[in-house]
């Protein structure tokens, strides 16, 4: 038996080692921040599968929100709407989707807390491989949501030292 729990082991740290990291490459997620009372907001992010099947985003998930869905924006009769998206998004075997403002997106709803600029967080996105990976993510000012490390170049950008509202984060 505790050969077997030792196999079973050694398996899950090859599968959540390096196999995993080999397989995308996750931007940080930007989150678009809120104004205190908001209950809703949006994420963005850049996603590479660097792996040798296709694959999809089917969920999402975070602490601070008490639902995650993807979502798209559709043309209805000349104005944009937004829904949850039917399976999730698509990502080739060595593609790349960017959900970005005005299109595919992350839904946060039932923020238990206010976005506020500078901080940061975490999301965990799901695929339809059974990968699950935590991406750290950062509250942004929507002007500056796709300008910074949102172009899925890949580069590690690390914004240390912009967290000035510890103070104010209510918990
Ligand atoms: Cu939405």
Redesign the pocket.
């Known amino acids: 038996m505790t050969r077997l729990f030792a196999a079973i082991g050694a398996l899950l740290m090859a599968v959540a080692g390096p196999a995993l990291a080999d397989m995308f490459k996750i931007g940080s997620v930007q989150i678009r921040a809120t104004a205190p009372g908001m209950a809703v907001t949006?994420g963005y992010v850049s996603i590479t599968n660097k792996g040798h099947a296709d694959d999809r985003l089917v969920a999402a998930s975070a602490e601070f929100a008490k639902r995650v869905e993807i979502?798209e924006m559709i043309h209805d009769n000349g104005v944009m709407k937004?829904r949850q998206r039917e399976g999730g998004i698509h990502i080739p075997a060595g593609g790349t989707v960017t959900l970005k403002p005005g299109g595919l997106?992350i839904?946060f709803m039932g923020l238990g807390e206010t976005m506020v600029p500078g901080e940061t967080r975490e999301v965990t996105l799901e695929f339809e491989s059974g990968h699950k990976v935590a991406v750290p993510a950062m509250v942004l000012k929507p002007a500056d949501i796709g300008t910074k490390a949102g172009h899925g170049d890949g580069h590690d950008h690390s914004h240390g030292g912009h967290n000035h509202s510890a103070s104010d984060s209510a918990n």
Request: aromatic share 0%.
């Open positions: 949006g979502h937004m997106h839904m």
